[in-house]
Each structure stands twice: as structure tokens, then as C-alpha cells.
């Protein structure tokens, strides 16, 4: 599977060209990103195995019955950012957040947790696909910006981090 970084150019890439498709192939990976006219949202659909399976046998995605922050607007989210000096984990697709591998896990990470760039922070599931998403900043976790279950859009803050 692509690296965030990767995906995020490419997605970059397609709203600033705006390209409604893109299909790479390559090293025994197919990875095809759509998104319909004049809308924003981009589907990542990977052809490779997914990253991590649903923790339930029917293939329903995970729950996490622990308690989240509720959700802080974008807008509230870059201004949080900007004025504390805290940096943003950000969605680099479209899907639904999950805190946990399943209902039953701990949580990934807490406020209060020291991340690193290759620590996994959550999980994304877009087109039943569920992509672990690393952190991508050294620092310790100030807020939770979603909650389990929540869709998220790409480039939508997820977590603030304050850096090290």
C-alpha cells in the first residue's frame, strides 16, 4: 500500500488538476482514486489486501465503546492549531475514524500519549478497506478532534499534537 505522504500528494494532485480519476499500477499493487465532478470528496480503493480486517467474523466495522471528545469543527481546529502552536494529524482520505482495532481494544492513542511518525493513531475504513494511520509527527497528543464511528473528509484534522 501507498505511504500517507504518497496518498496525499496523489490526492493533491487530482483537486488541483482537477482529475476526476487516477489508476497507477505497479509492483503488484493497483491503487485507483476517484472523485465525481466538482465535488471534493476522493475515494481511495486499493486493490492489494487490506492493511487490518474488521475485528467481527460478519465483516461489520468495529465500534469502540470508549467515551471520545466530541468533534471540534475544522474551522475551531486550525484556529486551536495556529494560536497554541500545536500541529495537526489530518485525514489523507475519506472514511470512517475508529479509535481501535475492534470494540473490545484499547484505544491507539489518548490525550496525554507521546507519538512518533510511525506510530499508528487510528483507523481509516474507506470502501471496506481499513488503512492504519500513523501519526507523521513526534510529539505528545493534546486533543481529539473525532469520534469512533464519525465519517471523516480528507484533510480533516483528527488529533492535535504538541511538538516536541
Same mark, same amino acid.
Given at each position: 500500500?501507498?505511504?500517507?505522504? &504518497?496518498?496525499?500528494?496523489? =490526492?493533491?494532485?487530482?483537486?488541483?488538476?482537477d482529475?476526476?480519476?487516477?489508476?497507477?499500477?505497479?509492483?503488484g499493487?493497483? #491503487? +485507483?482514486?476517484?472523485?465525481? !465532478?466538482?465535488d471534493q470528496?476522493?475515494?481511495?480503493?486499493? +486493490?492489494?489486501?487490506? #492493511?487490518?480486517?474488521?475485528? $467481527? %467474523?460478519?465483516?461489520? !466495522?468495529p465500534? *469502540?465503546?470508549?467515551?471520545? %471528545?466530541?468533534?471540534?469543527?475544522?474551522g475551531?481546529?486550525?484556529?486551536?492549531?495556529?494560536?497554541?502552536?500545536? $500541529?495537526? =494529524? +489530518?485525514? %489523507?482520505?475519506v472514511?470512517?475514524?475508529? /479509535?481501535?482495532?475492534?470494540?473490545?481494544?484499547?484505544?491507539?492513542?489518548?490525550?496525554?500519549?507521546?507519538?512518533?511518525?510511525?506510530?499508528?493513531?487510528?483507523? =481509516?475504513? /474507506?470502501?471496506?478497506?481499513? *488503512?492504519?494511520?500513523?501519526? $507523521?509527527?513526534?510529539?505528545?497528543?493534546e &486533543? =481529539?478532534?473525532?469520534? +469512533?464511528?464519525?465519517a471523516? $473528509?480528507?484533510?480533516? !484534522?483528527?488529533?492535535?499534537?504538541?511538538?516536541?
Open positions: 500500500m501507498l505511504d500517507v505522504k &504518497k496518498l496525499k500528494e496523489l =490526492i493533491k494532485l487530482m483537486v488541483t488538476n482529475l476526476t480519476e487516477l489508476d497507477l499500477q505497479g509492483d499493487e493497483r #491503487v +485507483t482514486l476517484k472523485r465525481g !465532478p466538482g470528496k476522493v475515494h481511495y480503493v486499493p +486493490t492489494a489486501a487490506p #492493511v487490518l480486517q474488521a475485528g $467481527e %467474523p460478519n465483516g461489520t !466495522p465500534t *469502540n465503546g470508549t467515551a471520545t %471528545p466530541p468533534a471540534v469543527g475544522q475551531q481546529a486550525d484556529q486551536e492549531a495556529g494560536d497554541t502552536g500545536l $500541529e495537526q =494529524i +489530518t485525514s %489523507p482520505m472514511g470512517t475514524f475508529y /479509535a481501535a482495532s475492534s470494540p473490545d481494544a484499547a484505544p491507539f492513542v489518548t490525550v496525554g500519549d507521546r507519538v512518533d511518525p510511525e506510530k499508528v493513531v487510528c483507523i =481509516i475504513e /474507506a470502501m471496506k478497506v481499513f *488503512n492504519e494511520i500513523k501519526a $507523521e509527527a513526534t510529539g505528545t497528543i &486533543k =481529539i478532534l473525532v469520534q +469512533t464511528g464519525q471523516v $473528509e480528507f484533510d480533516q !484534522p483528527l488529533f492535535l499534537v504538541r511538538p516536541d
